[in-house]
C-alpha cells in the first residue's frame, strides 16, 4: 500500500524499552541505548504517530532480567509490581508529547508455558509448532487449530496496559484477527510466543491505520 508516508523502527530484542528500565547485573546492554534512540525520536518534530508495542505478558510475569528503577532510587523486579511503575512512567511521557498520536499494540496469544522458579527456566510452551511437526505436510499445508492457551498471562498484560493507558492511546486489537473464533493456527507462528515473517508482511493488516 503505497501512501506517500515513511515510517521508522526501533527495537531492542528482549527489552521494555520505557525509561527507567535496564538489566539487571549489566544484563540488556543494548536497552538503554534503545531508549535513548527513542527519546530522541520523541523530541523530533516530523514524527507525528508513535506506535508501542511488547510482550506486555511476559514482562509483567518475568521473574529475572529486567528491572525498573524508579526516580527515587527504589528499583523493582517486573514481576513484583516493575511492570506496573514502567507503565506508569511511559503515561507520563505520553502525556509530555501532546504534540504526537500514539498507538498501543495490544498482543496475541502466545503460550511459553509455566516458569519453573526453582530450576529457573521456562517449560516448553504448547504454542510452539515444531510440537506438531508430524502434522506438516508439504511444507505446512496442513492448519493446526489450537484454542487460546491456558496460561493466560498475554491477556493480563493487555490488561494492564489498556487499563493504565485508556484514554491517552489508541489500542491496535491483534487478538481476533490472529486467532478468530478463539482459536489459533500454529502453521503462523515461527514458535511459542512469535508470528511467522511470511505471515505477517502478507496478513497483519492490523497495523493499516496508521497510514490512513
Known amino acids: 500500500m503505497a501512501t506517500g508516508k515513511n515510517a521508522a523502527f526501533i527495537t531492542s530484542g ?8 535496564r538489566g539487571a547485573n549489566g544484563a540488556f546492554e543494548g536497552c538503554s541505548k534503545t531508549i535513548a534512540m527513542i527519546e530522541r525520536a ?6 507525528k504517530r508513535v506506535v508501542i ?3 506486555w505478558g511476559n514482562y509483567k510475569h518475568q521473574p529475572t532480567g529486567l528491572v525498573f528503577e524508579k526516580e527515587n532510587g527504589e528499583i523493582q523486579n517486573l514481576d513484583n509490581g516493575g511492570f506496573e511503575s514502567a507503565i506508569a512512567k511511559l503515561s507520563a511521557v505520553i502525556k509530555a508529547h501532546p504534540d504526537k498520536e500514539f498507538f498501543v499494540l495490544l498482543d496475541y496469544p502466545w503460550n511459553e508455558g509455566k516458569y519453573d522458579r526453582n530450576k529457573h527456566v521456562w517449560a516448553q510452551g504448547s504454542y510452539n509448532p515444531a510440537l506438531s511437526s508430524s502434522r506438516w505436510v ?3 499445508t496442513e492448519e493446526i487449530l489450537v484454542d487460546y492457551p491456558e496460561l493466560t498471562y498475554w491477556e493480563e498484560g493487555n490488561e494492564v496496559m ?3 493507558l485508556k484514554g491517552q492511546v489508541r489500542f491496535i486489537e491483534t487478538a481476533s484477527l490472529v486467532c478468530p473464533n478463539r482459536q489459533c493456527n500454529l502453521i503462523n507462528y515461527k514458535d511459542d510466543d512469535h508470528l511467522r515473517s511470511s505471515y505477517v508482511e502478507k496478513h497483519a493488516t492490523w497495523i493499516d491505520q496508521l497510514f490512513e
Open 53 to 55: 508495542g511488547g510482550i
Open 138 to 140: 508439504n511444507g505446512q
Open 162 to 164: 489498556q487499563a493504565m
Open 42 to 47: 520523541l523530541n523530533d518534530e516530523r514524527i
Open 14 to 21: 528482549g527489552c521494555l524499552t520505557v525509561p527507567g528500565i
